[in-house]
């Protein structure tokens, strides 16, 4: 079973809508969660990280569901700028690397049109 | 979060031969790791770069085949030895700062090719 799992889209949507990402993951050990966005040829950055109460960040929403293991990303009013691939992170505290090893999905793509 | 470059940005390299991948960050940071993101997939870690000691290699990946130096809390080099056509990828380097919730940031990549 792969430790993060996504749903490799691609989402296509209009710009102004709400689209929903999921994710889940393996390790029931993990810690730390993040989503991550990536353009085309560009390297990841960070987009927020996830907390267990779920947190807000403009249009963007996070929410973690540790006994489901399942993490989500709400973007809300879409943006043509949203367009890019969406990385769910995730840190697996008991792994060879210590507490630092992020384990990464294969992302979910979104374009937004115009 | 930290600035961080790499050199070179990409590069085409003849079968057989090595090259070397710089990685710079503009403050010191306590954790700097070495990823591969290989055409359509997700990022892979090849190996935690650690001040003063050897680096901690991920399941296979192998210290003669990717050297790693780290000499300060600002710079690692990444060495990627006897290419072959498999190791065409985008090796990006990352750094945590340690300021919270294990976070990392990324540099821009290398572009490899090998022909």
């Known amino acids: 079973r792969k430790e993060v799992e996504q749903d490799p889209g691609p989402f296509n949507v209009p710009e102004g809508a709400t689209v929903a990402f999921n994710c889940t993951y393996s390790n029931s050990a993990s810690q730390s969660f993040f989503w991550y966005r990536q353009d085309c040829r560009k390297e990841p950055k960070l987009l927020m990280s996830v907390y267990s109460s779920g947190n807000e960040d403009g249009r963007f929403t996070a929410q973690l569901n540790r006994a489901s293991q399942y993490i989500s990303l709400l973007i809300r009013d879409s943006k043509l700028s949203d367009s890019a691939t969406y990385l769910c992170v995730v840190n697996c505290a008991d792994s060879g690397a210590g507490s630092y090893q992020l384990t990464f999905g294969k992302g979910t793509k979104l374009s937004v049109i115009p | 979060s930290a600035v961080i470059s790499q050199k070179p940005s990409r590069d085409i390299c003849q079968r057989g031969t090595s090259l070397t991948i710089q990685c710079q960050v503009d403050?010191?940071?306590?954790?700097m790791f070495w990823y591969r993101q290989q055409p359509g997939q997700s990022l892979t870690l090849i190996a935690t770069a650690n001040q003063g000691s050897e680096a901690t290699y991920e399941s296979g990946f192998v210290i003669d085949k990717f050297p790693i130096s780290r000499p300060n809390l600002t710079f690692s080099t990444l060495t990627v030895s006897n290419m072959s056509p498999e190791d065409s990828s985008i090796y990006l380097c990352?750094?945590?700062?340690?300021?919270?919730?294990?976070?990392?940031?990324f540099g821009p990549g290398t572009r490899l090719t090998v022909l």
């Open positions: 403050s010191q940071v306590t954790m």
């Open positions: 990352s750094v945590q700062t340690g300021r919270s919730n294990n976070e990392q940031f």
